[in-house]
């Protein structure tokens, strides 16, 4: 099922990784930060939203000297002024390529929503065949504001081109964690 | 709006050169994307869920409104329901003046665009930025949309440079990422300054007070987060009973609208979710009615109800394609927005634009939720005539060829004198007020003697095994008699006795095609009567119009009239009428008849025509009738888009005729072979004639004179 995942998700221009554990997810997430060139200026930041994937990985401290525009406090002025956001989802579905979150949190929609580059990590474990198989399992009274992402914004309003990046993200990165919540 | 003024917009959307251009590259662009996103999807099973889930909610909509907004209410949210779009207008107007709201950020709600909601707001000094890309590049030129997923398909990059520039005050190339870069830029303040967001919503949870909203921007995700308000405008057919319901609308809506998979986002929000940094945030749902409830209880126009606005029927239409969405449609686009229109309009309203469907059916297979546009068209048409009387000329037409005797003297005096007029068996140019019948194709001559006088030569056999009545049609009877005998002499050939019940008339297809039920009935009354006999096991055309007719519309027509008595008789001649190549299929595949494929013929191309594929269903027999005869078939591309023939609508509207024709003989010529197959003659005039006039060689042939060469005889068995 993860094969189709991937398969579907890159076909929309997502990237997508696997990892066997939360330390290798870290790993990759700081690559990005490095590959991104976030820094402390207007528009090169980036907003972290911790969530039970990685949270325990964090030494703050640690990363905030390492990439000083960096930031666990997401608002929205931050997010509006980041290049990077990252955020966890609870579900993916593998005939789309989807990633799929309770985003009752407004943090979370704007970390995904604001930034130039959008990285994601779910646990391969909820990877579920399809939409239909996720709505049965969401009680929306408690997910108020359920939020599916297949690959970055898009648009083919203008002559029919496609075009990548329009009001959301210009890159999807989308992490698989296969390991334990928090394990090494 | 009056015709004069329709024909004018006609002719200004077919004189923009960069429109058709546009329209046509998406159009072919479209039909690839869709299937390559239905593969592997049972998209039969899918319409059967669709149906099922938009059926049920439509024949409920007062008790889902209901408890949509007891769940909606129960989850934070305040809930307005309402008929009148002039109060969705003082709710708002109200809600900015209370909560000093000036500017308003908002997604693309088509239900907005119905009740002119943005002209209203600025009206009272609110500024209103649409924030899908497409709708602000119409917004910023003062137009409306002109198709419901792409609002601006019609604009060339060259176009929105030029919109962009003057908003901008800056000279900006026609670059597509640029363009789309400095949307981004531009927007993106004001959604983060926007003190109230608009958005829609693509499908209502009943059980849940759930809002379902797709986008591929973002942009209602933006809308929906930034601002401290939330109003979302929703029309009531957008309710669905259960969460599981938004399953399949979300496994169509994106395969048919734009070919994906699925939208880049979609978005569930059930009541206000917590707002950005901890402000508190207000969700105000708008239920409209306007007019749907309406709808929902007239039978023949509820179905319209289940439209999930996808626009794939706008997406394959050959009309729409030449004109766009700003003359073919309303709010709405294409032949769904001519029907929306009646209701949210005026009947009146539509009577000019639902008059540019041409009938072909080409977006009947296409709706995921099975609508059938055409045959509401065709009940409008009813409805208009009914209210308003057909038009004089109309009248006098149908008159003329209702009345047989009348109708065949005057053909018969017209095959006389057109004679001058007369080069190899077409007539190129006639005179006076005729002229615009040729002025894009030629015209078949009319026969010298018509088939009813050849059929009376015919022999039939001595010990038949069976008996088939043959309808002519008016064309076959008196521009193509040869037509006629080719059907007679293949059905001799397996052994079957033909009649031709001289009471036969017209098949009412004109009338009823133009709304004039009561002239259809009679005709299907007439011809009842003429075929109703015990003795003939099948009753035969080699017209498919005529076909649909006799095996679909008689009954139909008979039952809008009243006439359930004779209704029923049409149900019964009706399981008896098949198409030319369907029997003759029929007749190969019981061995009663044999076609023997001859050695070295030209490979030829064949012409699906609109009835005969898509409401009789025979694509395969005429294909496997001429590989039968031993014919090589060389597939044009779009070999069942509409030729332009449409019975009458070449007459009425042949500036739009024409490039349809083009279209198809540029599709004929690609193949380089040098016959065009096909069932109906209708089509022959029309295919036939476009290519005389081109002075092309490309021969038309119908399926049964090219199956008439090869049949041999089977001697029944015992």
Redesign the interface.
């Known amino acids: 099922m993860f094969d189709l995942f991937r398969a579907k998700a890159e076909a929309v221009s997502a990237e997508v990784h696997r990892v066997p554990a939360g330390t290798q997810a870290l790993d990759l997430v700081l690559a990005v930060l490095d590959r991104e060139g976030v820094a402390d200026a207007p528009g090169a930041r980036a907003v972290w939203c911790e969530g039970p994937i990685l949270g325990a990985l964090l030494d703050r401290g640690a990363l905030a000297r390492r990439f000083p525009g960096l930031s666990f406090e997401v608002t929205r002025e931050r997010a509006a002024e980041s290049r990077v956001g990252i955020t966890e989802f609870d579900w993916a579905l593998a005939a789309t390529g989807t990633i799929a979150q309770d985003a009752t949190d407004p943090r979370l929609r704007l970390a995904s929503m604001l930034p130039e580059t959008h990285v994601a990590l779910f646990r391969t474990s909820t990877l579920l065949p399809d939409l239909d198989a996720l709505l049965p399992r969401v009680d929306p009274r408690k997910a108020r504001y359920l939020a599916c992402v297949t690959g970055p914004s898009r648009t083919a309003d203008i002559e029919r081109v496609l075009t990548i990046g329009v009001h959301g993200p210009r890159k999807l990165v989308v992490i698989a964690v296969d390991g334990e919540i928090g394990a090494a | 709006m009056g015709a004069p003024d329709l024909k004018q917009r006609v002719s200004d959307a077919l004189d923009n050169g960069s429109l058709a251009g546009?329209l046509g590259?998406?159009n072919e662009?479209y039909v690839a994307s869709r299937a390559k996103a239905y593969a592997g999807i049972d998209f039969e099973a899918l319409r059967d869920e669709l149906v099922a889930v938009k059926g049920r909610a439509a024949s409920r909509l007062e008790e889902l409104a209901t408890q949509f907004t007891e769940q909606a209410t129960a989850?934070g949210a305040k809930v307005f329901r309402t008929s009148d779009p002039q109060e969705v207008k003082r709710y708002l107007g109200d809600l900015c003046r209370d909560r000093g709201v000036r500017r308003i950020a908002k997604s693309k709600s088509m239900a907005t665009e119905e009740i002119h909601l943005n002209a209203f707001l600025e009206k009272q000094g609110i500024h209103v930025a649409e924030?899908?890309?497409?709708e602000w590049?119409v917004q910023l030129a003062g137009q409306r949309p002109s198709h419901m997923v792409?609002?601006?398909?019609h604009?060339?990059?060259e176009q929105?440079a030029g919109i962009f520039s003057r908003e901008v005050k800056e000279e900006l190339a026609a670059d597509?990422?640029g363009?789309?870069a400095l949307?981004?830029r531009e927007?993106?303040e004001k959604?983060?300054a926007a003190d109230l967001g608009i958005t829609g919503a693509n499908v209502a949870?009943a059980e849940?007070?759930?809002l379902v909203v797709v986008t591929?921007?973002?942009?209602a995700?933006?809308v929906?987060?930034?601002p401290r308000i939330q109003v979302a405008v929703v029309g009531v057919e957008k309710l669905v009973e259960r969460?599981?319901d938004?399953?399949?609308i979300?496994?169509a809506l994106p395969r048919s609208a734009?070919g994906?998979?699925?939208?880049?986002?979609?978005?569930?929000?059930?009541?206000?979710?917590?707002?950005?940094?901890g402000a508190p945030k207000e969700l105000h749902i708008i239920l409209l009615d306007n007019k749907r409830t309406e709808m929902a209880k007239d039978p023949r126009f509820a179905q319209a109800l289940r439209c999930i606005r996808c626009a794939s029927c706008v997406n394959v239409c050959p009309v729409y394609r030449l004109l766009g969405g700003h003359v073919f449609g309303g709010v709405y686009t294409g032949g769904i927005g001519a029907i929306l229109a009646v209701w949210f309009d005026a009947l009146k309203s539509s009577n000019d634009v639902q008059s540019l469907c041409i009938q072909c059916g080409s977006c009947t297979p296409v709706c995921p939720t099975r609508i059938d546009i055409p045959e509401m068209i065709v009940e409008l048409r009813r409805r208009l005539v009914k209210e308003e009387g057909q038009p004089f000329m109309q009248k006098a037409a149908l008159r003329m060829v209702n009345d047989r005797r009348l109708f065949h003297g005057l053909l018969r005096a017209a095959s006389k004198v057109q004679k001058p007029f007369t080069k190899k068996g077409m007539i190129r140019h006639l005179p006076f007020f005729l002229s615009g019948m040729t002025e894009h194709r030629s015209l078949p001559a009319i026969a010298d003697v018509p088939f009813r006088d050849r059929f009376l030569q015919i022999e039939q056999p001595a010990a038949p095994t069976g008996k088939a009545a043959l309808y002519a049609g008016c064309l076959v009877d008196f521009a193509y008699p040869g037509i006629g005998e080719a059907v007679v002499k293949v059905l001799n050939t397996a052994g079957i006795e033909v009649v031709f019940p001289e009471a036969q008339t017209c098949c009412g297809a004109p009338a009823r095609y133009a709304g004039a039920f009561d002239v259809a009935a009679r005709n299907a009354m007439d011809n009842i009567r003429a075929f109703e006999d015990p003795s003939v096991n099948w009753v035969v055309s080699a017209c498919p119009t005529c076909t649909v007719a006799l095996r679909h519309e008689f009954a139909a027509t008979l039952r809008s009239e009243g006439q359930e008595d004779w209704a029923v008789r049409a149900d019964a001649l009706a399981a008896k009428v098949r198409d030319f190549s369907s029997l003759a299929k029929e007749l190969v595949d019981a061995g009663r008849l044999t076609v023997e494929a001859a050695k070295g013929l030209e490979p030829v191309t064949y012409h699906d025509s609109c009835h005969l594929k898509r409401r009789l269903n025979a694509h395969e027999p005429p294909r496997a009738l001429l590989g039968a005869a031993g014919h090589e078939l060389r597939e044009m591309k779009d070999s069942d888009t509409c030729c332009g023939m449409g019975g009458s609508y070449s007459l009425k509207f042949p500036e739009i005729s024409a490039p349809i024709l083009r279209r198809k003989l540029e599709n004929i010529r690609a193949t380089g072979v040098g016959t065009v197959a096909m069932d109906c003659p209708g089509c022959m005039l029309q295919i036939g004639g476009g290519l005389d006039l081109a002075g092309e060689s490309t021969r038309t042939r119908h399926v049964a004179e090219m199956l008439a060469e090869r049949v041999v005889g089977v001697t029944p068995a015992g």
């Open positions: 546009a590259r998406f662009a989850a924030t899908d890309l497409g590049i792409m609002p601006a398909i604009l060339s990059k929105v597509i990422p363009l789309v949307a981004r927007l993106r959604f983060l949870v849940t007070g759930t591929n921007e973002g942009n995700r933006l929906s987060t930034l969460l599981v938004v399953g399949p979300l496994r734009t994906q998979l699925l939208t880049s986002y979609v978005s569930m929000f059930t009541g206000p979710a917590p707002g950005a940094d």
